[in-house]
C-alpha cells in the first residue's frame, strides 16, 4: 500500500503528527502496533505539562517543551480535552540546595517560560497549607498544567481520521528498508507499506527502526516509573502539581491532582532491560509514597485505589535530548524519539514540526478543507440537573449507568465505541470514558462494559479482550448446555 507519509506508533507523538499531516494534501497512515491508540508510554505518565524551566537551554526539549505548553490549552479547547493550569512548585529542604532552585529559575528564563519565580516559605504554606514544614522556599511555575493524555491522544487521532489519514492497528513494524526512492515497511502480519517519508513515533521501539536504516546506532533503554493513584476523597490534598529538586535520574517523585479529580504520586525511575516490563513492585510503590511524604507528609496509603508503572524511552546522551529530525543516511526518515519527559509536553509542537518537515519533503499544498475540531463529547456529569434530564428524555442510554463510581453512562461508553478510531477493548473503553477507573477498578462495571462492546462490534464476549492480544477475560464457561440442569 503506497502512502505519502508513513507514521509508526499512534501513541501521543505519532497520533499528533497525524493529525498536522492532515493540515496539508497527501496521504497519510498510522501503522500501531498494538490495538488502539494510547498504548504505550501515554497511557502511563504524569499527565503534565511541564511548563519549561527544567529543559537545558539550546536543547529540543526546551524549544518543543516551551512550545507546546503555550499550544496546549487552544489545542485542547479545540478538541474537547480536559485540561487544567494548576501551576507548579520546586520544593527546596535546605539552605545549601537554594543556589539549585535559583538555576532551575535562571533556566526557565532562559527558555521563556514566563511568571517563574521564587516563593520563600510563608508564601509557600499559603499557596499548599499540607506542603512539608521542611521546605524552606520553592520555584512557582503559574503556567505548568495537567491534562488527560488518554483522551488528548484519542481525540488527536479522531481529528486526524475525521481529515483523512487512516489508522492500522495490531500492525507491528518489523524491517523497514529502502525501495529505490521509497521505504518499505514489512509487519508482523505481513502487510507491506510504501512512502517516500516515515515518522518514526515507535516510543521504546523506535531505536530498533532508526537502527535498520542509519550507520548512527542509538539505544533505548526502558526507565520504568511506578505510580500511586489515590481516591478522589484525597484529591484536594494540594491543588497544585509538586515536585522536589530534580536529579540524574528525572524530575524525582512528584505529587499532583489530576484533571478527573484524583491525587498521583510517582514516579520511581529504574532502568529495566524488557520493554514490556510494566508490572509494579512492592518496593517501588513503598518507595514512591515514602518519597511522596517528604513533599505532602499527611499522604495517606489507605487511599491508593490502584497503582500502575509505565516506561520511557531513555537515549542516553553527553546533554538530555529528545532525538528529532532526519536520521543519518537516511533521506526521508524522519526521527521522533527519545521522548522521555516532557515528551507530553512537547507533542503539540513536535507534532506541527514533523508534519511540517515531511510536507516539505513530498510538496504537499496545504489543505484548505482541513476541519480543525473533533465530534463533541457528551459528558452528563458536567450538565445540570435539568441539562440531564432532558439529554435523558431525548437519549435513554445516557440515563443508564454502567460505572457507579465515575457515574459513567451506556451512552457514552456507545459514543466511545462508534467513534473513529473507536474503543474495542475494555481499556479502550476506559481511556475514554473512565469506566473502570473508580475505586472499585471495574469490579462491578466490567460485565456490562462486555455487554455493550459485543452488541455494539457484533463480536462474542468471549473474543473481546481487556486490552488486545490474548488477554479476554472471559477464558470459558461454567456449564455447558445453557439452562440445562
Known amino acids: 500500500m ?106 526557565g528564563r532562559k527558555n521563556g517560560v514566563s511568571g517563574l519565580r521564587i516563593v520563600e516559605a510563608p508564601q509557600l504554606r499559603e499557596l499548599e497549607p499540607n506542603v512539608s514544614p521542611e521546605a524552606v522556599a520553592a520555584l512557582y511555575a503559574p503556567t505548568s498544567a495537567i491534562v488527560c493524555p488518554f483522551e488528548l491522544t484519542a481525540a488527536m487521532a479522531e481529528n486526524a481520521a475525521k481529515n483523512g489519514a487512516e489508522f492500522f492497528f495490531d500492525t507491528r513494524v518489523e524491517t523497514v528498508e529502502r525501495a529505490g526512492d521509497l521505504w518499505r515497511l514489512t509487519a508482523g502480519n505481513g502487510a507491506v507499506y510504501e512512502a517516500p517519508v516515515v515518522i518514526n513515533a515507535a516510543g521504546l521501539f523506535g531505536a530498533v527502526l532508526h537502527n535498520q536504516v542509519s550507520p548512527e546506532k542509538l539505544t533505548i533503554t526502558p526507565r520504568k516509573g511506578e505510580y500511586c493513584l489515590l481516591d478522589k476523597k484525597v484529591g484536594d ?24 479529580g484524583n491525587l498521583l504520586v510517582g514516579p520511581t525511575a529504574v532502568d529495566v532491560p524488557d520493554p514490556m516490563s510494566t508490572n509494579t513492585t512492592a518496593e517501588g510503590l513503598s518507595d514512591v509514597l515514602s518519597r511522596g511524604r517528604k513533599s505532602i507528609p499527611s499522604l495517606p496509603g489507605n487511599r491508593v485505589i490502584t497503582s500502575f508503572a509505565g516506561l520511557r524511552a531513555h537515549i542516553e546522551r553527553p546533554e ?26 512537547a507533542a503539540p509542537a513536535i507534532g506541527a514540526f514533523m508534519a511540517e518537515s ?76 473512565r469506566a473502570g477507573m473508580g475505586r472499585c477498578q471495574a469490579g462491578f462495571c466490567s460485565p456490562r462494559v462486555l455487554e455493550i462492546l ?3 462490534l457484533g463480536v462474542p464476549q468471549e473474543q473481546l479482550t481487556k486490552s488486545g492480544g490474548i488477554s479476554r477475560p472471559i477464558v470459558g464457561t461454567t456449564r455447558e448446555g445453557g439452562n440445562e440442569e
Do not use: W
Not at 237 to 260: E, R, Y
Not at 402 to 416: F, K, L, M, P
Open 2 to 107: 503506497y502512502y505519502d507519509v508513513l507514521v509508526v506508533g499512534a501513541g501521543v507523538i505519532g497520533c499528533a503528527a497525524a493529525m498536522e499531516l492532515t493540515r496539508y494534501q497527501l496521504r497519510a497512515a498510522v501503522l500501531e502496533a498494538e490495538e488502539d491508540v494510547c498504548c504505550g508510554t501515554s497511557k502511563a505518565n504524569s499527565a503534565i505539562v511541564h511548563a519549561g524551566f527544567d529543559a537545558v537551554p539550546g536543547t529540543l526539549m526546551a524549544r518543543f517543551n516551551v512550545e507546546g505548553s503555550v499550544a496546549m490549552p487552544a489545542l485542547c479547547r479545540r478538541l474537547d480535552v480536559p485540561y487544567k493550569r494548576c501551576g507548579a512548585l520546586v520544593l527546596c529542604f535546605a539552605e545549601e540546595d537554594r543556589p539549585r532552585l535559583e538555576e532551575l529559575l535562571e533556566r
Open 358 to 433: 515531511a510536507a516539505y519533503l513530498v510538496s504537499a499544498p496545504v489543505n484548505r478543507e482541513y476541519n480543525a475540531g473533533r465530534d463533541a463529547v457528551v459528558r452528563p456529569n458536567e450538565m445540570s440537573f435539568e441539562e440531564r434530564q432532558r439529554l435523558v428524555a431525548e437519549h435513554p442510554a445516557y440515563g443508564n449507568i454502567i460505572c457507579r463510581c465515575e457515574t459513567v453512562s451506556e451512552g457514552e461508553i456507545v459514543d466511545a465505541i462508534r467513534r473513529v478510531p473507536g474503543a474495542r477493548s475494555l481499556d479502550g473503553v476506559k481511556r475514554r470514558t
Open 454 to 456: 459485543s452488541r455494539e
Open 237 to 260: 490534598l494540594t491543588s497544585h502539581t509538586i515536585f522536589q529538586l530534580p536529579t540524574a535520574m528525572g524530575k524525582g517523585v512528584l505529587v499532583t491532582p489530576t484533571v478527573h
Open 320 to 345: 538530555p535530548d529528545f532525538v528529532i529530525g532526519e536520521a543519518e543516511g537516511a533521506p526521508g526518515f524522519l526521527n521522533a524519539i527519545g521522548l522521555e519527559s516532557p515528551g507530553l509536553s
